[in-house]
């Protein structure tokens, strides 16, 4: 399967606790991106990566939350000292950059988080 | 202001049916991109069909076809001969390319679709 993979489908934490969550994109591609995802509404962006640049933020993204992605491959998400609004899901997409246009993005299967 | 806008919640179609699903949006940059994603139960965002705003053809991909109006702002989505797989959430999105140079999307609330048999 080359698509984008992640890793855990599923979490469930306790409030205050750190979670990590794993991407790995579509091995040509050089964009990366998170998305969280709440029930019933669209995804919304949090941060995206070119190669191992992380180049953009959303205001979504706290303090808590960190992101990395060493060497321009798998990407690592992480969330400190959880808070209950941080259950949602957590999308992964992965694109590649080109002259042409187009610019999909193909999306991992998700994350799911829940925070007791 | 909402840059996409679903503004149906849930809709109901006949097998073998075809189906429109809206999307209008909002945005002042001449160049941007518009893409329709499926997403089942499962939860997977699948891609199905994207149209850029220069793009003079409306863009078709099999049983998909995106009906662009630029002057009115509006990319629906039409599905032709609905299958019981269909059934699933659709969301509209949207890459504006001057203010946006990592090209992430916005997306709508999206549309519930359910087949009938």
């Known amino acids: 399967d080359t698509g984008v993979s992640q890793d855990p489908r599923h979490k469930i934490t306790k409030r205050g606790q750190n979670v990590t969550f794993r991407c790995d994109p579509i091995?040509?591609?050089?964009?990366l991106y998170w998305y969280r995802q709440t029930l019933g509404q669209g995804p919304e962006f949090l941060t995206y990566?070119?190669?191992?640049?992380?180049?953009?933020k959303s205001r979504l993204l706290s303090d808590r939350f960190s992101a990395e992605r060493p060497k321009g491959s798998f990407s690592t998400l992480e969330i400190q000292r959880t808070e209950q609004g941080d259950s949602a899901m957590y999308l992964c997409?992965?694109?590649?950059?080109?002259?042409?246009?187009?610019?999909?993005?193909?999306f991992g299967p998700g994350t799911r988080l829940t925070v007791l | 202001a909402q840059k996409i806008t679903q503004t149906q919640p849930g809709m109901f179609v006949q097998e073998k049916e075809a189906v429109t699903l809206d999307c209008t949006y909002d945005?002042?940059?001449?160049?941007?991109?518009l893409f329709w994603y499926k997403q089942p139960s499962s939860g997977e965002m699948i891609f199905l069909i994207y149209?850029?705003?220069?793009?003079?053809q409306n863009a078709t991909e099999g049983r998909y076809s995106l009906n662009f109006q630029k002057a009115r702002k509006s990319a629906n989505l039409v599905i032709s001969a609905s299958q019981l797989g269909d059934s699933a959430m659709y969301f509209c999105?949207?890459?504006?390319?001057?203010?946006?140079?990592?090209?992430?999307?916005?997306f709508g609330g999206g549309t519930r679709l359910m087949v009938k048999p």
């Open positions: 091995s040509e591609h050089n964009r």
């Open positions: 999105a949207m890459r504006e390319v001057r203010n946006n140079a990592g090209n992430m999307l916005t």
């Open positions: 990566f070119q190669n191992e640049a992380q180049l953009e």
């Open positions: 945005t002042s940059d001449p160049s941007y991109g």
């Open positions: 997409a992965s694109s590649l950059a080109r002259a042409s246009g187009g610019y999909e993005q193909f």
């Open positions: 149209q850029g705003s220069y793009d003079q």
